[in-house]
């Protein structure tokens, strides 16, 4: 079963090529306002139309809540909500039901599932199914910014070519800026230089990946819990829930490897009564708990698995050594259209610490 979480409880369902995919959400407080125009424009962030350097797959994805709420309010009871797929083409992936695409799930996938499992267009396994989390994050985000959360994601990497982005950057300023281009980014010299390197991809066949960060602003202190259900325990978990995910930091990350502790730590000051860190290093989290400061976490994304260059597989059936090429529509690089699903699981993961340490209500 695809689900997560005990206060904030998500399941998705659907699969890539069948009639729908969504979400069920269990634990948005009654009486909670639930604004359907909000999680429509999220999904809109979300789609390829109308991107020069993304799938073809022209998708609607048109929001349907059936169940939970009333009169634009939480009725208690779960929320569920889905769109339809209404561009599938089961055609491209006929040839591929005995010879596993590299980089796909459809190896392991037959092996566990059998060989009637429908993995057109990568069935419970593609991306299409983060439409579900999409949804679930908005409405995560909906129970944290009555009390002044904000969180905001951005392309911070493609192909290599990094972005160069203040650090005290307002929520707002990078929202507009990374909105101002199609590959998400708020630096647009960089922005230029991803988006050529997109398109170079393109014309040869193949893909490129990168890094998208987010920040989380305006939490309290002590959100999370310690070891197992940590901050960065829960972050990471849904992250990797994106199928593209392959790395996950927090803070300094892995760039901590080289600094010695004194250059690492985060010292304390005062503002006012207000105890602050004169660095964020950390991320905003110490012993698996918000510290006050910024929550900052990065995804490393992969470059997309589909290609058109030809690549070595095996015939399951024949037992024999195979070439194939990967027809459809896919994304040249995945990383601007992930931006706002990388917002949205670390909305999920606030809003389930947040509900669980009494945080909200």
Known sequence: MMAWGSRFRIELFGSSHGPEVGVIVDGVPAGTPVDAERIQRELDRRRPVGRRLATRRHE??????DSGVSDGRADGGAIR??????DVRRAPYESLRTVPRPGHADY???????PEADLSGGGIFSGRMTVGLVIAGTLARGLWEPKGVEIAAFTRAIAGIEARVEEDLSIAELRRRSGANEVGSPDPAAAEAMARAIEEARRDGDSVGGVIEVRAEGLPVGVGEPFFDSVESAVAHLAFSIPAVKGVEFGAGFAATAMRGSAHNDGFALEGDRVVTRTNRAGGILGGLTVGTPVVVRFAVKPTSSIAKEQESVDLVRRTPARLKVAGRHDPCIVPRAV????????????????????LP
Do not use: K, Y
Not at 60 to 65: A, F, G, P, Q, T
Not at 81 to 86: L, S
């Open 81 to 86: 909500a889905h769109v339809a797929n209404e």
């Open 108 to 114: 392991p996938a037959r092996v566990r599932l059998g």
């Open 60 to 65: 609607e994805d048109r929001l349907v809540i």
């Open 340 to 359: 706002p699903v990388a917002e949205a699981v670390v909305a999920i993961a606030l809003a389930e610490l947040g509900l669980r340490g009494g945080f």
